[in-house]
């Protein structure tokens, strides 16, 4: 399975923190390519070039950071539906905990995100190292779990993915119709079938820990700390 990293190029943080991901899934027997990502300063280049529009958000709600990661995402959909195989997608700071299993394409329909916790909450570092032993089982629904917007039921983040030729399909034809948002928003239920795995097999990079979280759909230009 192809596996991207979507990393800033010439920003001296994103580079670095995507080449301690990189080594990070060495370990585990995961080789990944850089995609470089879009800059959001350049999203009106890339609104026009595509002919999406801002769906039912309001403007002010959207940073640059937030532009620059869904066009990095949307463009690696296309490139999913276009090789017709499933792809490993990560954020910069995406950074694996353990293996995959060998059978993990075979345990949902679209889109399997790979952490299951709340980066957010203060807990996130202790129950990750308390999963880390535990056998890998997989959350057919996320209904519930934490917000529902128009796209439906969606969790925190988007960086850490699998999709497949089928979720991506889905996603770009309702983006097509309906317009974009932040990313981890896109990611809704009422868009594709989204399962979960349990324990975490990726997490948030542990250099925001107490830093405040800072990834690609929390920055004012991909990059830059903007805590939210």
């Known amino acids: 399975m192809k596996s991207y990293i979507i990393t800033l190029k010439g920003h001296e943080?994103?580079?670095r923190v995507s080449n301690e991901c990189i080594t990070q899934a060495a370990k585990f027997d995961i080789d990944v390519t850089v995609f470089d990502?879009?800059?959001?300063?350049?999203?009106?280049e890339h609104i026009a070039s595509t002919g999406l529009k801002l769906g039912r958000v309001k403007k002010n709600k959207m940073t640059l950071g937030h532009y620059g990661n869904f066009?990095?995402?949307y463009y690696l959909w296309q490139k999913c539906l276009k090789l017709n195989e499933p792809l490993l997608i990560l954020e910069h700071d995406g950074f694996f905990i353990r293996e995959l299993p060998d059978d993990i394409l075979d345990n949902f329909?679209?889109?399997l995100k790979l952490d299951c916790e709340n980066p957010f909450l203060s807990s996130y570092p202790e129950t990750l190292r308390n999963g880390i032993g535990s056998q890998i089982g997989y959350k057919h629904s996320i209904e519930g779990i934490h917000k529902k917007?128009?796209?439906?039921w969606y969790t925190w983040g988007a960086y850490g993915y699998i999709i497949k030729p089928t979720g991506a399909k889905k996603l770009i034809a309702w983006v097509?119709?309906?317009g974009f948002t932040a990313t981890d928003n896109?990611?809704?239920d009422d868009v594709l079938d989204i399962s979960m795995c349990s324990p975490s097999i990726v997490r948030l990079h542990p250099l925001y820990e107490g830093k405040g979280i800072m990834n690609f759909s929390t920055t004012s230009e991909m990059g830059m700390?903007?805590?939210e």
């Open 71 to 73: 066009f990095s995402h």
């Open 37 to 44: 990502a879009v800059w959001g300063k350049d999203y009106l």
């Open 186 to 188: 896109q990611l809704g």
């Open 176 to 178: 097509k119709e309906h």
């Open 13 to 15: 943080l994103s580079e």
């Open 109 to 111: 329909t679209d889109l």
């Open 149 to 152: 917007k128009k796209s439906g």
């Open 225 to 227: 700390p903007n805590n």
